[in-house]
């Protein structure tokens, strides 16, 4: 565990009372986990407008002065802090968690202190959804004052900035053209009046300009592709690349400006095959395409919505044997797919307004932003696996369209199953993934009947492998009772009269549910026949114990007579 001096504990000691981005707390023996992560909140908001590098909650010391370390036992027992950032960055927007959790040994009693990440600037930090602040002692939602002034910290809008070299000369005619004719789909109310605008009204009008001057987003959208210089050193750019079955790079292309003829160019190259699958109880097999064009393209275009050009790196579409992969640069900004899902609200916070704001005029994305609910609407219309968001790695953002059916089992239930909500559906696309389930998760599937096993060996319930004519399926997953395996040992050992332990293995483990891995299988076995013994249904051959152990049924002992 990394250490910090104890000088640093000492200086935040020393500080006054008043201080909002330090907290000390006892917490002799425990500490509520959801009280731990309001602070987390807190004090992240409290750094970030203070200023500081990070704040500070520290375990085993009194908060009044004068204060003194009296030590801790908070998790002192294995795995102890080792799970707890992960723990807590399930809960927070964007997945932070301690920057680190420092244990010290000081005057001989055991210290925790959990350094904190300031707030990102124009992004308060949430514990559950909610921003948490201080005032002065208290702990509660964040003032609107302070979140404002979080917010106000948004970095300049790097899409509206300004080229003054470029011209409307650098923009290519044809991408002009084709602009026009989608702002005109977008806003059919004023189709004839735009009929009258040169083209530099026009661009000031869709907003890609601003008082006839050349913007970033112009160029991204609109440039010639000799033009994308301007931008430097960032760059706008679209990588196709395509992979073979053994991950091996097969084809590639580089798109550049104009972006937005750029997207037809991708989708082109995009095999988008049909796919035919037999639904149970169908004479005839299905046949769709492996991908909805819809949702392709509002994956593509919201990489170049949302993409961070500052970092000057591209935007990936890599298309996989049964799959494609778009990246782009830039954390996720809502925080998780569970607050897009369940908000299904516009966004508080853009990267690139003007760049979204011009997208949205040229009928690219939606202006209510509920782009991200509708791909996993289409997908479930589709009986096809909810897109893969992968928010893990901090600064990009991989999203995964899969275009084949994964589990057949899922696919019936979602086309009988007309009843489910969308949110039951992605949870239960995560249990056909093999995918680990939020508590709220497993607990909506549980009380809806949707799943059986025990975590993480989940599997479709009964009443769902009914409706989806999967019972014998379902039947091999869940397997049999202890007494059925009970009888195939007591019946083996009637014919044979004595068997060795891997004898009853291989009799047992290939009848045992598949959801169990083979180490599982081995203790259930263990357990089985040590369960029997204390019944007096089979004991040990004498003589034999251990690895090498054997069995018989069993015999009870005849008493003397004498």
């Excluded at 893969?388 to 019936?412: Q, W």
């Amino acid at each position: 565990m990394l250490q910090v001096p104890e000088s640093k504990l000492r200086e935040l000691m020393a500080l006054p009372a008043e201080t909002e981005w330090v907290e000390f707390k006892e917490a002799k023996n425990n500490f509520d986990f959801d009280d731990l992560g309001r602070y987390f909140s807190a004090l992240s908001n409290e750094a970030n407008l203070a200023g500081q590098i990070s704040g500070w909650l520290i375990f085993g010391v009194t908060d009044r002065f004068p204060r003194q370390i009296v030590g801790t036992r908070y998790r002192h027992q294995k795995p102890g802090l080792d799970k707890l950032k992960r723990e807590i960055s399930k809960h927070t927007n964007h997945q932070t968690t301690f920057t680190h959790i420092h244990e010290l040994q000081v005057e001989d009693r055991r210290v925790i202190m959990f350094q904190i990440p300031p707030a990102l600037r124009g992004v308060p930090s949430t514990w559950d959804g909610i921003a948490y602040g201080r005032i002065h002692e208290s702990l509660g939602p964040l003032i609107l004052q302070k979140i404002e002034r979080i917010r106000r910290q948004a970095a300049e809008d790097w899409s509206a900035g300004i080229i003054d070299e470029a011209s409307i000369y650098d923009l290519d005619p044809q991408a002009v053209v084709v602009a026009r004719r989608n702002f005109s789909k977008k806003h059919p109310q004023i189709a004839d009046e735009m009929a009258q605008w040169n083209d530099a009204t026009f661009l000031n009008k869709a907003k890609m300009c601003i008082s006839g001057r050349i913007t970033r987003t112009a160029i991204i959208l609109l440039g010639k592709n000799e033009s994308e210089h301007f931008l430097s050193p960032a760059i706008a750019r679209i990588t196709w690349l395509l992979k073979g079955e053994n991950n091996s790079d097969r084809d590639y292309t580089h798109f550049g400006p104009p972006l937005l003829l750029s997207v037809d160019q991708v989708f082109s190259k995009i095999r988008n095959l049909v796919y035919r699958y037999m639904p149970g109880g169908e004479l005839f097999p299905i046949e769709i395409s492996q991908y909805d064009e819809w949702v392709i393209r509002e994956s593509l275009h919201n990489c170049i919505a949302h993409q961070d050009y500052r970092l000057n790196g591209r935007i990936n579409v890599v298309e996989e044997p049964d799959a494609i992969l778009f990246t782009n640069l830039g954390d996720f900004l809502p925080g998780s797919i569970e607050e897009v899902i369940l908000k299904d609200a516009p966004p508080e916070f853009y990267r690139n307004r003007f760049l979204a704001e011009a997208m949205v005029n040229l009928n690219m994305i939606d202006t209510i932003g509920s782009g991200i609910k509708r791909m996993f609407t289409q997908q479930r219309q589709r009986n096809f696996p909810m897109p893969d968001y992968d928010l893990s790695k901090p600064g990009k953002v991989n999203v995964r369209i899969i275009g084949k059916i994964m589990d057949e089992r899922y696919t019936r239930m979602l086309m009988q199953r007309t009843d489910l909500g969308l949110w039951e559906v992605i949870a239960l696309d995560k249990v056909q993934k093999g995918k680990r389930l939020t508590e709220n998760e497993f607990r909506l599937l549980k009380s809806r009947q949707l799943i059986e096993g025990r975590r993480p060996n989940l599997f479709v319930s009964a009443e769902v492998a009914a409706a989806t004519e999967t019972k014998a399926d379902y039947i091999r997953k869940r397997a049999f009772d202890k007494q059925h395996y009970k009888k195939m040992v007591e019946d083996y050992l009637r014919r044979f009269r004595i068997a060795t332990r891997p004898e009853i293995d291989k009799l047992l483990m290939e009848k045992l549910s598949e959801v169990l891995t083979a180490d599982q299988k081995k203790h259930f076995i263990t357990n089985l026949l040590q369960e029997m013994r204390r019944e007096k249904n089979i004991q040990p051959v004498k003589g034999k114990r251990g690895k090498g152990s054997e069995w018989e049924l069993y015999k009870p002992v005849k008493k003397s007579l004498a």
